[in-house]
């Protein structure tokens, strides 16, 4: 029962308080009712401004019946009947005493309160959907429940409270049944409509900003974020009868025949948005609900065909399926030739008697037993899908067919046009969509000159529906796969043509990188993307550009970090013709959206999969990889993160770059013609600055990526078993020249060189390189400890640090190591590598607790703080340490082999450094070095004791002998000396000594025994060759460090040498032949020259240099005043650099190359046949080989005399 509403003179006084206010929390202090009396005295329903009126507003309406909003004018917004309606006394949420009156209105959808029956605007809803339970509390009193907040009220008598308890109850039964049945049947259940637009927005007169949302054809306030998730706002405004309109700069308002809104937006473009997404609510309020009610008779086509909202008021008329509003905004993406995008409630025209009919005959139900016949569950959308998600799906089902159900005579052109023909002439209007959608030909010819195509045999046949089916698809694009690529593949990117328009902030052009641009600079520009052209107008009112972007012209979008500029999101596009355009806005998703949509308008179908994700940085540059080195390509690059991902036209897949991996980043040219090199393991990429604008932006994006990017693990550069840089770099120095040193890590390192080593390993940890005379142990130590203590998440994790330390009070041993396993899986990669690496290096440095006093306890007193960074307070976390110290080999499964090679390594280089110490020289008595044996790997390492006396020849006899692989014919084994940074190797001479060798090995550089290939070649050819000298043409790059040559930089150049047994010299021509020596003579004198006895010579160029050819050497010079310098020269053929090599090495060693003694590194190679024709037999000195050569080309027939 509703009670009368009491005359003025009794209202409460708290009635006046302004209606949007709840009780008491817009105001702070304990009279939080009377300030909002005197804030809002005077001005009615709780002071609303005017915002310009001459008079009150109250006088402009006239009083309205209790039921105010209920007799409102008809629009799309359907009313809702009232349930119940009257006074009421509230508590407030301070929880008073006092009781403040209220009148209650109870609908379906919500239960709201007002300060007076004749308000249009309530105090606060409660959506019947959130309420859990209502209950009584005493004489007259109950309380209304939800998840989070507590309504509590008082009636005028227990029956008046029974019928609000009854009533409130059965309104939550059945709202509750409603949405048990809305699987079923959508008419007349409110679905979870997605907003329009939220955010913040001053509203004059409250102190503080509402969080206001737009949903559908109504304006939600909510008193902030937190309340708009939970659904119990202040009040809504229907848009029926709403209008708006700006003020100024900032600020507009929302007139309604009751109140004036007047918002203020934190920017310009912002109350843009506002104004459009509420012009958009009034536009849906004032739809007509007619057409949508009749196509949603059809049960299907109460869901969106796409994702399954409800009540989807949008088609694609051509499809003939009902999608909601965001699934109609990407349909519009793909463009008209694919989806015919229509409002089900604006496009009052379009819907004729017959499509509709169409509609609920063919509609969403027939629609998706085609299109989406084999949809996998990992790619169905959802109401909730984002857009990107919503765009890839409806590529994949619309532009590819890839979903659809394929129609048996898929493939068969001719056959699919006869069906089609016979189709159209019945009532199947899903076998006229299939064979449609499976490339049937609209207008085929039919075969009937009376009725020549689908279209004229529908008329005939007097089938309407057919006919406006075949009308709206007379411009459909047939669905069709990428023939490039397999079916699983992105589909964000919109091939033929993209659309988008809208404001946009810019800067003049540019032709050099741009510095901070103020926001006052950005000048407001309509902006339409269309047809591959970006054009920008003064207004959205203007007819000709103020000028153009070609999509083909683009070569790089870059996206600026936030607030780079005046704006907050900025975006760059630079263009062939070294230009460089900057737009801005502040809206994220805005700026997001168009982004895609030039990046969609520029990018190739090649290279669309670099669309997929985000990115920072995109577009195309010339390059250089692999074996194609001649000839630079153009390739499209994606920069995120700390990814650069590329496309290759050789190869149609993503090929993603780790940058922080990377093993060398480097530039190469001069200014003009710069080459940034980046090498990762295996291979070596050279990307060219063709453009040298869009170029230098790249090559800064790329360094900084490269670098370490934040002080935690994973945003370290990270070596190949995932342990940082940083700490691989300490880890390896202290083992190599601080396991025997007194109180490693317990004795501090001097502050400033510690910190002055942290800052060069953080901002750079490849680049440095720990030398022992350079840096101390202890402050290495010191900064690897720093590093470690001021990780931010700690190595152990704040998540799991608890864990960890109530592990080590778990008194079964056993147990305590299980559950130590236990919790190392769940770290994450890189700190669970990095821990075993740590905890490995403190198992070596305890092994020598004798000599650097550090035991177990010690090094956990240490590490346990710094590591669990508890600074001391306790004493679990050097528990734990001393735990994993003691169980390091079941803790992290060490096996018994990587255990003993552990152990041997670094007993190995405490007996090294324990015999210089004893001696007083660094490298004195034995060395231990490890040799590899064929290649490079774990198991065919082998730790070898290297006298002062050993040469190559016997370290050889020993690694095969302790392999156990034994010498066979034509076996030519060699150790060679491996520079991988270099990409070289030099077969040591087998008289050579190794200890001297490996002195100078650097970090890069390892010894491998191997057999040399090429060995039988170079003897064959130094036997037959005349005189001791060599000359020729050959292609010849200098150091990039070293002057003097008058050598254009950043290329190989034809040169001519001569090498004979004193030197090396070079000519930079030749004019013409000496008869008599077969010599060219030379049009000068040398350039230069080198004594041979001083050069060291390696096989190979490193491939960052771009060698022209795959047959070169390095050749290093080191000078008197241990200068060290090189050269690069390249061969035409792989035989002229055996000539070459062969010939260095027979001049370096006085013509003894191979040892003479078959019984030594290789047995005499026995005579070799073909048939029963003995060859050039290859045994005894390289003089009797020389003579056999000799023998045979004087008289050939000589060897066959005796057979």
């Not at 969403?364 to 919503?390: C, M, T």
């Not at 090199?677 to 090559?699: N, S």
């Not at 800064?700 to 700490?727: H, R, Y």
Request: glycine residues 6%; negative net charge.
């Amino acid at each position: 029962m509703t009670k009368e509403e009491p005359l003025p003179s009794r209202v409460p006084r708290a009635v006046r308080v302004a209606s949007l206010l709840s009780e008491g929390e817009e105001l702070s202090g304990d009279d939080a009712e009377d300030e909002d009396d005197h804030a809002y005295e005077g001005i009615p329903n709780g002071g609303w401004p005017t915002s310009g009126l001459n008079h009150p507003l109250h006088s402009l309406t006239p009083d309205f019946p209790p039921h105010l909003m209920d007799e409102l004018p008809g629009g799309s917004t359907p009313i809702t009947p009232v349930i119940k309606a009257g006074w009421l006394d509230k508590n407030p949420p301070q929880g008073s005493y006092i009781y403040q009156k209220r009148w209650v209105r109870l609908d379906a959808d919500y239960l709201r309160y007002f300060d007076s029956n004749k308000d249009a605007y309530s105090k606060r809803f409660v959506p019947v959907a959130c309420i859990c339970r209502v209950a009584a509390i005493g004489d007259q009193k109950f309380e209304v429940i939800t998840n989070n907040r507590t309504f509590a009220f008082r009636a005028e008598s227990d029956v008046e409270r029974n019928e609000w308890m009854q009533a409130l109850q059965q309104a939550v039964a059945e709202q509750r049944a409603c949405v048990r049945l809305s699987s079923a049947s959508v008419l007349g259940v409110r679905g979870t409509e997605q907003p329009d637009r939220t955010g913040s927005l001053e509203l004059r007169g409250f102190k503080n900003k509402l969080y206001v949302a737009v949903v559908g054809d109504k304006v939600q306030l909510y008193k902030n974020l937190e309340e708009f998730h939970l659904g119990i706002g202040i009040t809504f405004i229907d848009m029926n009868v709403g209008n708006v309109k700006e003020v100024d700069r900032r600020s507009f308002d929302l007139t309604t025949p009751y109140r004036i809104f007047s918002f203020s937006a934190d920017s310009e473009v912002e109350k843009e948005q506002w104004l459009e997404a509420m012009q958009g609510a009034i536009a849906e309020a004032l739809s007509t609900s007619e057409v949508a009610e009749r196509i949603w008779a059809a049960a299907p086509n109460r869901f969106c065909a796409d994702c399954g909202a409800s009540q989807p008021d949008w088609a694609s008329i051509n499809l003939c399926v009902v999608i909601c509003k965001r699934c109609a905004g990407e349909h519009r993406g793909l463009g008209a030739g694919v989806s015919k995008v229509r409002s089900l409630k604006m496009d009052r025209k379009v819907w004729t008697e017959t499509l509709i009919q169409l509609f609920i005959q063919l509609g969403n139900g027939p629609g998706n037993h085609f299109w989406a016949a084999n949809v996998p569950p990992s790619e169905a959308l959802q109401p909730s899908s984002s857009p990107a998600a919503r765009r890839y799906h409806l590529e994949a089902k619309y532009r590819e067919g890839k979903y659809r159900r394929y129609h048996p005579l898929f493939g068969n052109q001719e056959e699919l046009d006869k069906a089609l023909c016979a189709a159209v002439t019945t009532t199947d209007l899903a076998e006229t969509q299939a064979l449609l959608g499976c490339g049937a030909g609209v207008s085929c010819f039919s075969g009937d000159p009376a009725a020549p195509t689908p279209l004229a045999l529908a008329e005939q046949a007097g089938q309407t529906l057919q006919m406006e089916f075949l009308r709206n698809n007379q411009s459909t694009e047939v669905p069709r796969l990428d023939s490039v690529k397999p079916l699983e593949k992105h589909y964000s990117v919109i091939l033929p043509t993209v659309s988008h328009s809208g404001f946009l902030y810019k800067t003049a052009s540019a032709g050099k990188p741009q510095d901070r641009r103020a926001r006052e600079e950005f000048s407001r520009r309509w902006c339409v993307l269309s047809d591959g052209i970006l054009s920008y107008y003064e207004n959205e009112r203007a007819v000709t550009p103020n000028g153009e972007i070609r999509a083909g012209e683009i070569v790089c979008l870059a996206v600026s970090p936030l607030d780079t500029h005046g704006f907050e999101h900025t975006f760059e596009v630079y263009t062939e013709g070294e230009r460089l355009y900057l737009f801005g806005l502040e809206n994220a998703e805005l700026a997001h959206e168009w982004v895609k949509c030039i990046a969609k308008a520029f990018v190739p179908p090649l290279a669309e999969d670099l669309l997929a994700r985000d990115f920072e940085r995109l577009g195309r540059l010339p390059y250089k990889a692999g074996l194609s080195l001649q000839q630079a390509q153009e390739g499209w690059f994606a920069l995120a993160g700390s990814e650069l991902r590329a496309v290759f036209p050789e190869g149609p897949w993503e090929e993603p770059l780790q940058l922080r991996r990377l093993q060398e980043l480097s530039i190469q040219g001069d200014s003009e013609n710069q080459v940034l090199v980046l090498v990762e393991r295996r291979r070596t990429l050279y990307i060219q600055g063709e453009r040298r604008l869009d170029f230098m932006g790249w090559l800064g994006a790329i360094q900084k990526a490269a670098a370490s990017l934040g002080d935690t693990l994973s945003e370290q550069q990270l070596g190949d078993s995932d342990i940082p840089v940083i700490v691989y770099r300490c880890v390896d120095y202290i083992t190599q020249c601080g396991l025997t040193s007194e109180g490693i890590y317990r004795k501090c390192g001097q502050t400033s060189k510690t910190q002055r080593l942290l800052e060069s390993l953080r901002q750079d940890a490849r680049s440095v390189h720990l030398k022992e005379g350079e840096q101390h142990v202890d402050d290495v130590s010191s900064a690897l400890k720093r590093f470690l203590r001021d990780l931010p998440d700690g190595l152990f994790t704040r998540a799991q640090r608890l864990a960890w330390l109530e592990a080590s009070e778990i008194e079964d041993e056993e147990e305590k190591v299980s559950r130590y396993r236990e919790l190392l899986v769940h770290l994450p990669p890189v700190n669970r590598a990095t821990v075993k690496a740590l905890i490995s290096h403190l198992y070596c440095v305890q092994c020598f607790s004798d000599t650097n006093q550090m035991n177990t306890h010690n090094l956990a007193i240490v590490f346990g703080p710094t590591l669990f960074q508890t600074d001391g307070q306790d004493y679990k976390a050097g528990k734990v340490v001393e735990d994993l110290i003691n169980h390091y080999v079941v803790v992290f499964s060490v096996d018994e082999e990587e255990l003993r090679k552990q152990r041997e390594e670094v007993t190995a280089i405490v007996k090294m450094r324990v015999a210089g110490t004893a001696s007083g020289t660094q490298h004195a008595g034995d060395f231990i070095c490890t040799v590899y044996l064929e290649e490079r790997k774990v198991e065919t390492e082998q730790h070898v004791k290297i006298p002062a006396s050993m040469t190559a020849e016997e370290l050889v006899l020993e690694i095969l002998d302790r392999r156990s692989v034994s010498i066979r014919d034509k076996d030519y084994w060699t150790c060679f000396e491996v520079n991988e940074k270099e990409e070289t190797e030099r077969p040591l001479h087998f008289a050579e000594k190794v200890l001297p060798i490996v002195h100078g090995l650097g970090i890069d550089s390892h010894l491998v025994v191997k057999k040399y290939q090429s060995m039988e070649a170079m003897l064959l050819y130094l036997a037959s060759r005349v005189g001791d000298t060599k000359h020729g043409m050959m292609k010849f790059r200098e150091d990039r460090s070293l002057l003097g040559l008058g050598l254009p930089s950043g290329g190989f150049h034809d040169r001519y040498f001569i090498l004979n047994s004193s030197c090396l010299r070079l000519y930079k021509e030749v004019r013409s032949q000496r008869p008599w020596s077969g010599a060219p003579e030379t049009s000068h004198r040398p350039e230069k020259e080198w004594p041979v006895k001083s050069l060291r010579v390696y096989l190979g160029v490193k491939k960052k240099l771009r060698p022209p050819t795959c047959w070169g050497f390095t050749v290093v010079h080191e000078t008197e005043k241990h200068e060290r310098q090189q050269w690069y020269l390249c061969c035409d053929t792989q035989m002229e650099l055996r000539e070459w090599f062969a010939t260095f090495l027979s001049v370096q060693h006085e013509g003894l190359v191979w040892p003479s003694e078959p019984s030594r590194v290789s047995r005499a190679v026995p005579e070799v046949r073909m048939g029963s024709v003995s060859l050039i037999p290859l045994r005894g000195s390289e003089n009797e080989m020389r003579r056999s050569v000799a023998a045979f080309t004087a008289d050939p027939l000589s060897l066959l005399r005796h057979v």
